[in-house]
């Protein structure tokens, strides 16, 4: 069995639940690769039987009114990750 974990990380958390988790799996004789999605190995996830993916959450249980806090915070100009969470819509 093959396995990629494939992560994207802001602060460096889930970097690290990623790479637990490819710890993990490799510990149990699954080989496993992870990758950022940044850098994602396209010959490992066409072959990958289990494909496990994680990202990053900041705010998913914000208010209704949290949009325009969301687009008054300095917060959302730091990174493109960041802008592209502060351009969503509140749902």
Known sequence: MK???I???LTGNT?????????ELT??????????????????LSEA????VGSWVDGLFSSVNGQAERDASPRC???PARRSWC???TP
């Open 77 to 79: 100009q730091t990174s």
């Open 15 to 23: 970097r690290k639940a990623a790479m637990r988790i490819g710890a």
């Open 7 to 9: 992560y994207e990380s």
């Open 49 to 52: 039987d289990l494909v496990v």
């Open 27 to 44: 510990s149990e004789g699954i080989a496993t690769e992870v990758n950022s999605i940044a850098d994602i190995n396209l010959q490992a």
């Open 3 to 5: 396995a990629i974990v």
């Open 87 to 89: 351009s969503a819509p």
